[in-house]
């Protein structure tokens, strides 16, 4: 802290801690035993009048940060907050002595106390404590930014988050839901018979998922490795091991951009059940969905925006071939030649990387361009070109597989497969994106021999899911913003 940089204000606030230090008292507190939170104490005293208030004769301990303070002489009030919410409290010369009450006035906006006392009600019909005891706890340095105007600033109120907190409502609001979000899919998973497991978050190989990763070194081994882009090789290795049915909450790590719904450093839940295909995985992923907004929100219809997304009603099925065709008026199962996709393609004006040289890649990109923004509704896309799905079972038809995209909003939720468990197929599409990446497809994935070894031994057959945590929470809790959701989101420099 430089003294030079300090305003009036922050200056006062440093000399109080001398003034501390010269009652006794250590500016920065101990222990202190609280009784009750906010919220429980609301509870307790719900749907009483004043008399029965008093009667009840309800003592508190209770402690939290000074939001506001009316000091008016003799008596004063105050508001502060903990984890739950806000409580009036009044404090009196009478109440509290001439010690105690003289150790009150002292205290700013911010810093945090302790308050013992008895439960009451103002005339006005405020819940109240009527405070029998003050003790400061902590103080605060920097005055608190103004509700209204001060961190306003997206980025700023992201980086620096604990004020965030500490001033926002709804910050705190979605802070507290998104555990609950998780804690909701855990249990729906634990009830039917999946088990939670921890795989590494450093990876000898870049596979799973199309991305680019960050690179790290290991010095001991003199080796890069990756941050993991995705979890599923192995989860897989797991299924081939016997586990039958596992899931993983973690962070996964994109060396990718940053905009309203990306985030270099995120959360997602990869879901692997063995002896089931696309379509239950689908039913699973769908009545897990269904579940945890019903749970979390109380309703399967939430509000996004100006929308009514309805988890409620049956997600709907199609095909992405369909949907160009809806869209677009073109079968790409009629195009026969690469020459002709990109006939297409020019007409509408797509441009196309020099690696996205197949009737697939084109399709894909029809896809993302003319559909995707249009699935407001919770949709299931499935029957992917192989090309774009290199861990994917094929279907009868082998330019396509057994994949589904689910899109909320325009946004993908959540992608599945029919596991490709088909070593030979594997190792070959392996090398095919390897050739890839050979032409500058920097998010083709690696050889991983040990993954094709371990399909050698024999996986079953088997469907597994990825989903978003940060998309779904941002969905459940009606942020349109990533960096909302995410306590400390990848930020630029000031």
Known sequence: MNINELNDQELNRLEKLKKYQELGLDPYGQAFKVSNSFQEIRELCAKKNAAKLEKLDLHVSVAGRIKAIRKMGKASFMNIQDKTGNMQVYLSLDNLGKKNYELFKMADIGDIVGIKGVMNMTRTGELTIKAKKFIHLTKCLHPLPEKFHGLTDVEERSRRRYLDLIMNDEARKVAFMRPKIVRSIQHYLDDQGFVEVETSILSPTLGGAAARPFVTHHNTLD??????????????????????????????????????????????????????????I???????????????????????????????????????????????????????????????????????????????????????????????????????????SPLTKKEKDPRFVQRFELFVNGKELANAYTELNDPIDQEQRFSAQLEAKKLGDEEASEMDKDFVEALEYGMPPTGGVGMGIDRFVMLLTNQQQIREIILFPTMRDR
Request: aromatic content about 12%.
């Open 223 to 280: 080796k890069d490795f990756y941050l993991r882009i995705a979890t599923e090789l192995n989860l897989k290795r797991l299924i081939v091991g016997g586990m039958e049915r596992v899931y993983e909450i973690g962070r996964l790590f994109r060396n990718e951009g940053m905009d309203a719904s990306h985030n270099p450093e995120f959360t997602t839940i990869e879901i692997y059940q063995a002896y089931t295909d696309l379509k239950g």
């Open 282 to 388: 689908g039913a699973l992923t769908e009545k897990m969905i269904r579940n945890t907004a019903k749970e979390v929100t109380g309703s399967a219809i939430v509000r996004y925006g100006d929308r009514d997304i309805d988890f409620k009603s049956p997600f709907r099925w199609i095909s992405m071939n369909d949907l160009i065709k809806e869209k677009c008026g073109v079968d790409f199962k009629q195009v026969k030649s690469y020459e002709e996709a990109k006939a297409l393609a020019d007409q509408k004006g797509l441009h196309l990387d020099k690696f996205k040289n197949t009737v697939g890649y084109v399709m894909n990109e029809f896809f993302e361009e003319f559909c995707q923004a249009d699935l407001i509704q919770p949709t299931f896309v499935y029957e992917y070109p192989i090309e774009v």
